[in-house]
C-alpha cells in the first residue's frame, strides 16, 4: 500500500494533502487510522501548531491545521529575505 511509504519531504502542504487524499481514496479506512497515517507522513513541523493532537475531530481539521502551520512558515520565511 502506497499510503504506508508517503512521506511529505520537499512537497507543499497542499501538494502533500491532495496525493493524501488520493492514496486515502482508494483504502477503506477507519477515521483514526487516517489521522495516524496522515500525522505519520507529515513533516513534524507542518503540525507543529497542534498543541494537542486529540483536539483533532477528524481528518479534515487535520488538514487545515497543517495548511495554517504552513502559511505561517512560509509568510516568516519570506519577511526573512
Known sequence: MQLKTLRQNSMTVTN?????????MQVDLYP?????????SIQKRSV????????IIDI?????????QDKIETHNNARMW
Not at 32 to 40: A, F, S, V
Open 60 to 68: 479534515g481539521s487535520l488538514n487545515l491545521a497543517a495548511l495554517h
Open 16 to 24: 502533500f494533502d491532495a496525493k493524501f487524499n488520493q492514496l486515502t
Open 48 to 55: 507543529s501548531s497542534l498543541s494537542n493532537p486529540l483536539y
Open 32 to 40: 483514526m487510522e487516517e489521522i495516524l497515517y496522515y500525522l505519520g
